[in-house]
Nanobody
Framework: QVQLVESGGGLVQAGGSLRLSCAAS????????MGWFRQPPGKERELVAA????????MYGDSVKGRFTFSRDNAKNTIYLQMNSLKPEDTAVYYC????????????WGQGTQVTVSS
């Protein structure tokens, strides 16, 4: 079992920055693919950023490229999402997820943290 807990969400003005954290417990995430997803109000959940198990490559959703940065600290068993130049359309519940490779894609999820960007 992997438990994931997000933090760092909140209310910020357009153009501002936030850093989300996702602390994992139960297992080391160093060999797992880790990702950030978001679900805007009334819309489906979408990928924000995903990092491979090797930590070597990260893919980003088109709407966040150049503004958001994924990072991970395996020693702290934590991943981060640095969000800069925030826009009102970034408003969503942000989730972290782990893909352990056990068969089900993205088999562990956090509870989510709300990010609200005011115009």
């Amino acid at each position: 079992q992997v438990q994931l807990v997000e933090s760092g969400g909140g209310l910020v003005q357009a153009g501002g920055s936030l850093r989300l954290s996702c602390a994992a417990s139960g297992r080391s995430i160093s060999n797992y693919a880790m990702g950030w997803f978001r679900q805007p109000p009334g819309k489906e959940r979408e990928l924000v950023a995903a990092n491979s198990w090797s930590g070597g490559s990260t893919m980003y959703g088109d709407s966040v490229k150049g503004r958001f940065t994924f990072s991970r600290d395996n020693a702290k068993n934590t991943i981060y999402l640095q969000m800069n130049s925030l826009k009102p359309e970034d408003t969503a519940v942000y989730y972290c997820a782990a893909d352990t490779g056990a068969g089900t894609l993205w088999d562990y999820w956090g509870q989510g943290t709300q990010v609200t960007v005011s115009s």
